[in-house]
C-alpha cells in the first residue's frame, strides 16, 4: 500500500488553478506568475461566471477573491460546495480581511485557508504547492479506497463462485457415487461365478477396472470440492497402514500389469506400522500417488514403496519410482489442483488434482508430504505420519 504522506512522487506540473477575483490587474498578475510555475490558469472576472467556469474547468484549486460585488467570494464559495461536481475542490480565499469572524466565516462556508492581501509571490506559490499536494494525496488516497472496495467486491464474487463451484462438485459426486459402488458391487459378485467365459470374464473385468477409475476420480473430486470450502471433515484414529496400502495396490495392479510396472513393498514387516489417520482417506492418497507413478514411469520399470521410523514419533513411507523425474522448479506447483505435469510424451490425461487431494488428506491427518526427484532417473515422495499412540485415541 502506498504511503498517503509521501509527496516526493507527486506531479504537479498539470496542476488546474481557477483565479477568480473582481480586479483585472490582479487577474492577469496572478495567472502569469502561477503559469511560470507551470500551472494550468482560468480566470473568472468576478464571481458571477466563477461557477460555470469551474464546472467547465474542473481545476484542482480555486483561488477565491472575498471581497468582490454580488456575489462576493463566501457566496461564491457557498454555491461551490452545493454543486455536486465542484464541492471537493479545494477554495483558497484570497482577501484583506483578516478578522476573526471573516475567518471563522470563511471556515464554515467551506473554504480551507486565507492569504491576507497583499501578499508575496513565495507566500503564494507555497500555499498553492500545499494545497495542490494535499489535493492530490486525497484524490490518491479517494482512488485507493475504490481500488480497494473493488478488489473487495470482486474477492468475494471469486469466493462465491468457488463455493458454488465446491457444493456443485460436492452434490455431483455424492450423486454418482452410490450408483458407482453398485455397479462395482456387482461387477465383483459376477467375477466370482464360475460360468463365465473368458470373453465375458474380460467385459466383467474391465468393468471393474473402469468403474474403479471413475469412483476413484469422484472420490478425488469431492476431496477437492471439500478442501476449497474448508469443509474437510473426517474422523482420526489409529490403524495399521499395511491395509489401506495393500487396497490401494491391488486396485491398480491391473494398471501396473498393463505398463509393465512392478510394485514392491519392502521394510514393512520388521516395523511398527500402526499410525493416527484415517484408513479410508490414506487409501485414496495411495491411489493418487501409485497410479501417478505408473503413468509416468517407463516400460519395465520400478515403484519401490519402504517405510522407516522418524525421531520415533512419524512413520515414513516412501514412494519411489524410476520414472522420468520432475524439475525442481515443479516441486512445489505439482501440489496445486489443476496443474497437471507434463511429461511431453505421456498419453494419459487426467485434471491434475489427485496429487493437491492427497496432500490435503495427509496434511488434515496431521502428516506432511515432499517430494525429491532427479530427471531421467525417477522420483521419491514420502509420506510422513504420526505413530498410533494412546494419546491419539
Known sequence: MPDLTHTENLDLSESKILVVDDVRINLDAIKENLEAQGYKISVSLGGNSAL???????PDLILLDVVMPEPNGFEVCKQLKTEKTTRDIPVLFLTALGEPADIVKGFKVGGLDFIVKPFNDDELF???KTHLELSALRKRDKK???ELKEANLKREEAQKNSQNKSDFLSRMSHEFRTPMNAIIGFADLLNYSKDLTEIQRSKVEFIQKASSHLLSFLNNVLGLSESESNRLRFPLNNFDIKAPLERA???????ADEKEVQVIRQNFEDKATLVYGNSERLKQAFINLISNAI?????GGKITID????ENKFLRINLIDTGIGIPSEDFESIFRPFNQYDDGFSNDSGLGIGLSVAKSFIEHMKGSIKVESTLSKGSCFSIDLLLADDKNI
Open 249 to 255: 495396490i491391488n486396485l491398480l495392479q491391473p494398471l
Open 52 to 58: 460555470e467556469i469551474a464546472k467547465a474547468f474542473m
Open 144 to 146: 485507493l479506497i475504490f
Open 295 to 299: 503413468k509416468y514411469n517407463k516400460p
Open 307 to 310: 517405510c522407516e521410523t522418524i
Open 126 to 128: 507555497a500555499r498553492v
